[in-house]
């Protein structure tokens, strides 16, 4: 994943909740092995407007957008191969 003042993409003090851009029990490991995971507080992982929260769909949309054009650019793969793997586009 991309730096960004929004998450981190190393665990520290204050990013220290690992989210799998992807996290159903479907793509959850696959998100995993391709390292479309970053590392948020704990504020916007689980809190009212985190991604896991009920205002959080706009954080969780961003996320989902920056991992798979990282996803695509790192790979070198295009948009139908980005969703055979992970069911559908968010681009």
């Given at each position: 994943m991309p730096k960004s003042t929004k998450y981190s993409t190393k665990r520290t003090k204050k990013y220290c909740e690992r989210h799998e851009a992807y996290y159903s029990r479907a793509y959850r490991s696959k998100s995993i092995k391709d390292g479309l995971i970053v590392f948020l507080t704990e504020e916007d992982h689980r809190g009212t407007n985190g991604?896991?929260?009920?205002?959080?769909?706009?954080?969780?949309?961003?996320?989902?957008?920056?991992?798979q054009k990282a996803w695509m650019e790192y790979y070198k793969k295009t948009k139908e191969e980005f969703i055979k793997r992970y069911g559908k586009s968010n681009l």
């Open positions: 991604v896991h929260g009920k205002n959080g769909d706009k954080l969780n949309r961003y996320l989902k957008k920056v991992a």
